[in-house]
Every structure is written in structure tokens, then in C-alpha cells.
């Protein structure tokens, strides 16, 4: 079980993603992500998707990947939002960003 993970739905979101992922680290904390609708954009972030290895579980949603990211290649694992729900099950607490 995953103590927090973090759900990505704003392309804005990395400013607040990386500062907490960096948290998480520094406190031991399991954290995982999944990227949705604009949310993708924050894989843009090289500082972010570095962060990204030390998460349980980075998934970006396969749709949201193609509508805003077109054929370009995602650098977490792409799924659905049935990964996601997979995810918030394994999960104790989550933070909409």
C-alpha cells in the first residue's frame, strides 16, 4: 500500500508536484502519480519525470498523452483510468493537483 499519491490533472501543477515529491522522499513516505487531461504537460519538466524514479507507481493517462502530447514518447508508463483506479485502491491518501 502506497501511503500518498499525488493525481495530476493541471499543467501547472509541477510547481507544487516537484517541492512535494521531493518532501516525500526526504520522509520515507510511498508516493506514486498519475497524470490526466492537461496534467500530461507537467512530463514536460526533465526536474519532474527525474523525480518520478523514486515513485512507486508514475502512470500517465494514454488519452490525455495523445490529446495533448500527440505521438511524442511518454517518459512514464501510460495507461487508463483504470489504472488510476488501481492506484487511489492501493492508496491512503491522495492529493488532487
Known sequence: M???M???SRPDA???LAPLMRACR??????GC?????GVRVLLDAGVVEQLRCASKAIACEY????HMGHARCPVELGSQTGNSALV????KIISL
Open 2 to 4: 502506497m501511503d500518498l
Open 6 to 8: 499525488f493525481l495530476v
Open 14 to 16: 509541477g510547481r507544487t
Open 26 to 31: 526526504r520522509r520515507g513516505v510511498s508516493w
Open 34 to 38: 498519475f497524470f490526466t487531461n492537461a
Open 64 to 67: 490525455s498523452w495523445e490529446r
Open 89 to 92: 485502491a492501493e492508496t491512503a
